[in-house]
T-cell receptor
């Protein structure tokens, strides 16, 4: 199979930094996505990594290591509105087979 | 990236009935998919909607229960047939634009089956 693993839940404090990890099976890998999903809403696109390294976009950054089958999403200067589920998804066939991880539910506390 | 309009946004249905969900994309996209998301869970792919031909279903999903149409590159429908309470879920349409490398989602359709 194409198992994708993420921690189920994480808690952090407002203003802090949190790193959400994602591991995946490397065979057939064509790209990795991070999505944010607030309760009752559709997932919204955060980032896309296809090459090794760090992609920075404002308070959010995403890292990829293709050889290790590993990615992380880094959220800085946490705000209460960042409380949401964060989904890691892998493209295994050039846009024809996306597999989603179980999602990490992040709670930001005051 | 593409903008997706999905309707209905929510519905309450009676056991044994069928409901069709519509998905309209504002531009031609390479691939369209239908996902199911049960409460507190991640997304599960139901099928890939193929333009002009039968959809490709994932293990555990069959055409008789979830018939799908995709008559052109911007529109697709998913029907949930002969519904039971176990079909209560959020159904999400998504579209892949190869040029943009983005998988975009509709707002979802929350179905409750009584």
């Amino acid at each position: 199979g194409q198992n994708i693993d993420q921690p189920t839940e994480m808690t952090a404090t407002e203003g802090a930094i949190v790193q959400i990890n994602c591991t995946y099976q490397t065979s057939g890998f064509n790209g990795l996505f991070w999505y944010q999903q607030h309760a009752g809403e559709a997932p919204t696109f955060l980032s896309y990594n296809v090459l090794d390294g760090l992609e920075e976009k404002g308070r959010f950054s995403s890292f990829l290591s293709r050889s290790k089958g590993y990615s992380y999403l880094l959220l800085k200067e946490l705000q209460m509105k960042d409380s949401a589920s964060y989904l890691c998804a892998v493209d295994y066939n050039y846009g024809q087979n996306f597999v989603f991880g179980p999602g990490t539910r992040l709670s930001v506390l005051p | 990236s593409a903008v997706i309009s999905q309707k209905p946004s929510r519905d309450i249905c009676q056991r044994g009935t069928s409901l069709t969900i519509q998905c309209q994309v504002d531009s031609q996209v390479t691939m369209m998919f239908w996902y199911r998301q049960q409460p507190g869970q991640s997304l599960t792919l139901i099928a890939t909607a193929n333009q002009g031909s039968e959809a490709t279903y994932e293990s555990g999903f069959v055409i008789d229960k979830f018939p799908i149409s995709r008559p052109n590159l911007t529109f697709s429908t998913l029907t949930v047939s002969n519904m039971s309470p176990e079909d209560s879920s959020i159904y999400l349409c998504s579209a892949w634009s190869a040029g943009a490398n983005v998988l975009t989602f509709g707002a979802g359709s929350r179905l409750t089956v009584l």
